[in-house]
């Protein structure tokens, strides 16, 4: 028998060649629910920023997959003990684990369902994958809810130090040209071991992980938290915030995805259950419904839904002006008075319903590395030593506290 015809493979340009053995894994992939990724941009609408961040949540699972199958290897390599089931089930739940993400990832994830995160979703998907499936998934399943005895494995998953991570650093970095969040995977991986049930990094790996932790800092202050991609995310939730207010006021809409006008004019919560309605109408939704519904809704006789709609598309974003600490009420006073005279002297409403739609007061944290509840540890001499004490550098310690930056969104006068 031919071996090619054992394995699939992907061309990724991250981590080269992808072989993915014919079975249950790969009749997973080729799902509708797996391939809906691929019309998901794992950065949102980080190409406003980074032209070239045009890559998928398809692509990232596809890594974190290939990232799986190495690590994997690796520690029965060095006689950890890991069955084929538990093999599978791990590759199974580095696969599935953004299945549940929405249209445009984390932008829209509260603005859909309320009472939810992807997490939530994921496993819903999960669930109704493993009754099609006949079972197949039980040990994925065990495995990204932390049921599985041996804890290692949901580490690979989630954790301070997961394949995920590792996966999304690298991959963000390449194609957003951010080359300072570029991160030396395989160091880690190869350093990785298994020690008293937990992952630790041998000694050796304590560099590259320092690496890791400083990338994931500078990945967030120049990509994930860019002032751009923070003015875009405001004016898409302002959008979807004014259609579920014309919705609930019963005004007539232009429609551009059934799917998604049902979420804007339900809302239906995820706090007790996610129904199979809501899972089955949830993975119909992609980017191309936001981008359709948006084309539709600049032509609709609401003059700020429309206006908003008009600005997404042509990207005439808001501004972010950022302060050092909360914003005094006179600074936000004479923004919105700043706004307000905007707003009228280009014939929209300024009352102070109309008015939210336009300045929105946020702010943003950030952690490199939390690690009071979710440690990293190194392995030196048979002994786990949390990381922030094992770096030879102190500048580790500042990394552990969070950043908060306050900003206000408003026009651009």
Do not use: C
Request: a neutral charge; glycine letters at 4%; proline letters at 3%.
């Amino acid at each position: 028998m031919d071996k090619s015809t054992r394995y699939k493979i992907f061309n990724d340009p991250v981590h080269g060649f992808i072989s993915v053995p014919k079975g249950i894994v790969l009749q997973l992939i080729d799902h509708p629910y797996v391939q809906r990724l691929r019309r998901i941009r794992q950065l949102g609408l980080g190409y406003l920023v980074f032209p070239a961040a045009e890559h998928s949540r398809f692509s990232h699972a596809l890594g974190a997959l290939e990232l799986g199958q190495r690590v994997l290897n690796n520690l029965r390599e060095k006689d950890t003990t890991i069955s084929n089931q538990e093999y599978e089930g791990t590759l199974i739940a580095l696969l599935l684990h953004d299945v549940g993400h929405g249209p445009l990832s984390h932008t829209l994830e509260h603005s859909l369902l309320s009472e939810f995160n992807h997490e939530m979703m994921s496993l819903a998907i999960m669930h109704e994958l493993n009754n099609q499936f006949d079972g197949a998934l039980n040990t994925a399943i065990e495995i990204f809810t932390d049921q599985h005895p041996k804890k290692f494995l949901h580490q690979l998953v989630s954790s301070q130090l997961d394949l995920d991570r590792l996966d999304y650093l690298k991959r963000d970095s390449f194609f957003t040209g951010v080359s300072e969040g570029s991160v030396g995977i395989q160091r880690i991986l190869k350093t990785m071991r298994v020690h008293k049930g937990n992952i630790v990094i041998e000694r050796k790996g304590i560099y590259a992980i320092e690496n890791y932790i400083i990338s994931r800092r500078l990945m967030y202050m120049q990509v994930y938290l860019h002032k751009t991609v923070l003015s875009a995310d405001s004016l898409i939730r302002s959008i979807f915030n004014r259609v579920s207010y014309l919705f609930a006021q019963g005004e007539p809409l232009p429609s551009g995805s059934a799917q998604l006008d049902y979420f804007l004019r339900e809302q239906p919560s995820a706090e007790k259950h996610i129904s199979s309605t809501v899972i089955e109408a949830y993975a119909q939704l992609d980017d191309y419904d936001v981008y359709q519904s948006i084309k539709a809704w600049k032509n609709a006789k609401d003059p700020i839904l429309s206006d908003l709609s008009h600005r997404f598309l042509n990207r005439n974003l808001f501004r972010a002006s950022f302060f050092d600490k909360k914003p005094s009420k006179s600074t936000h006073q004479k923004i919105y008075e700043l706004t307000r005279a905007y707003l009228d002297k280009n014939g929209l409403p300024n009352d102070d319903e109309s008015m939210k739609y336009y300045i929105r007061t946020e702010y943003s944290t950030s952690e490199a590395y939390k690690y009071k509840n979710d440690s990293i540890w190194i392995l030196d001499n048979e002994v786990a030593i949390e990381f922030s004490k094992a770096a030879d550098t102190k500048s580790i310690i500042a990394l552990t506290e969070p950043v908060k930056k306050h900003f206000i969104i408003h026009p651009k006068y």
